[in-house]
């Protein structure tokens, strides 16, 4: 995903939140970065889905439905 707010004092981390927790239909307390912060590259743990629902939805957004 490319975020458009600057990575100052974790701008671009909380955008990517937002956006994630929109995107996926939850709430945004239940998205959180859990690796790579300061990184470009980094690892985002989403709890309130089941593992299955959770990669249909992310397949549905990568317009990669089954």
Do not use: F, H
């Amino acid at each position: 995903m490319r975020i458009a707010a600057p990575p100052e004092r974790g701008r671009a981390n909380r955008a990517l939140l937002t956006l994630l927790a929109e995107k996926l239909g939850v709430k945004e307390a239940e998205v959180e970065v859990v690796a790579g912060p300061a990184s470009r590259d980094k690892i985002v743990r989403v709890t309130g889905l089941g593992r299955e629902e959770l990669e249909a939805r992310l397949r549905s957004l990568a317009g990669r439905e089954p």
